[in-house]
């Protein structure tokens, strides 16, 4: 009978020895921001503690053990925010506004209710995993753009932290798929619709933007010995159990591992893990390790939904209108 006294002691115990950070999420024009993903990291201890915004735009990040904080928000189709060194003490409640800045167009089809829709949850439909004759899942079909579950927490090199900081500082226009450019493997499906292909040697992965076609080989080779350096890497797969294990190396540096900017390099190597749980979703999980750019090995959560029937992967040219470029701001 003593449990739920002590219970609210703890309870109670902890509010005191913990603080708050809380404010609202907008636009620089005022514009309330729901669903913005807030993240504060301890400075010293390195614990992560999340909350998300509310429809308007309120946000609190309660109980935080005292100390100091580096603070991010991310809101889809928006710039990135940071905020470094937030003291937060005893008792102690901080208000921080966040303002995100908007790094696209606002035009129709490229304002951030075309991204929100592109980012929308659908209805899958329900059944079993479908498999192949030699009773392995089949991760064949159209699967809508790739929903991020988990953006990992990657140890940065300082060489890694400065280009971070460079892309952010330019507001990410460098990206390459600004202009024209592929996508990484981690970006391979993001937003847009793709296809996957799947036999016993060979799964394919063909995506709606303007990206080249992904081949894994599945037929028990090996990577190259000497591999010329290109977009996506080079790529085998096996199987452990219902999952596939993909092996990537090869990459010529050039992409980007996220939208918040991290690098590839030629000593980038991924492994990816797929996995069919039921009819309706594919999951995937990326993980990075290059010892040039990340202090240890970090992983990427994504799934898909699949695509209701007749949906298709349409053809896109990037090259044909590509008018962001003159536009983009930065330093």
């Keep these: ?89 005893v008792a102690h409640t901080v208000q921080l506004n966040i303002k995100v800045n908007d790094f696209s167009l606002n035009t129709v089809g490229e304002d951030r209710q075309f991204f929100e829709g592109l980012t929308t949850r659908h209805k899958t439909p329900a059944g079993p995993t479908p498999r192949m004759a030699n009773g392995k899942p089949d991760l064949s079909g159209v699967w809508l753009g790739t929903f991020l579950q988990d953006s990992g927490k990657p140890e940065l090199t300082p060489s890694a932290q400065a280009i971070v900081n460079e892309r952010a500082a330019n507001h990410l226009k460098d990206v390459p798929s600004s202009r024209c450019q592929p996508n990484g493997i981690t970006l391979f499906g993001v937003i847009f619709t793709y296809r996957v292909v799947q036999t016993p040697d060979y799964l394919v992965m063909i995506a709606e933007h303007d990206q080249p076609p992904r081949q894994i080989f599945m037929d028990g080779r090996s990577h190259p010995k000497n591999l010329d350096p290109t977009w996506l890497g080079h790529s085998v797969g096996h199987w452990e159990g219902d999952t596939l294990v993909v092996d990537t190396v090869g990459f010529n540096g050039r992409a980007w591992i996220d939208l918040e900017g991290h690098p590839f390099t030629e000593r980038t190597h991924i492994t990816e893990r797929y996995r069919r749980p039921d009819l309706g979703h594919l999951e995937v999980e990326f993980t990075i390790d290059d010892p040039s750019s990340y202090v240890k090995p970090w992983t990427i959560k994504r799934i898909s939904d699949l695509a209701p029937k007749g949906e298709e992967v349409a053809e896109y040219v990037c090259t044909e209108n590509n008018k962001d470029v003159p536009h983009l701001v930065g330093k």
Excluded at 30 to 50: D, E, M, R, W
């Design 1 to 89: 009978m003593y449990f739920p006294v002590l219970a609210i002691s703890a309870w109670a115990l902890l509010a005191q020895n913990s603080g708050t950070i809380t404010g609202t999420v907008t636009d620089v024009y005022g514009g309330v921001l729901g669903k913005a993903a807030i993240q504060a990291t301890n400075v010293a201890t390195k614990a992560v503690f999340k909350a998300e915004s509310s429809a308007t735009g309120a946000y609190t990040l309660a109980q935080l053990p005292a100390g100091t904080y580096d603070l991010s928000a991310t809101v889809t189709g928006m710039a990135r925010f940071e905020q470094k060194n937030i003291a937060v003490g």
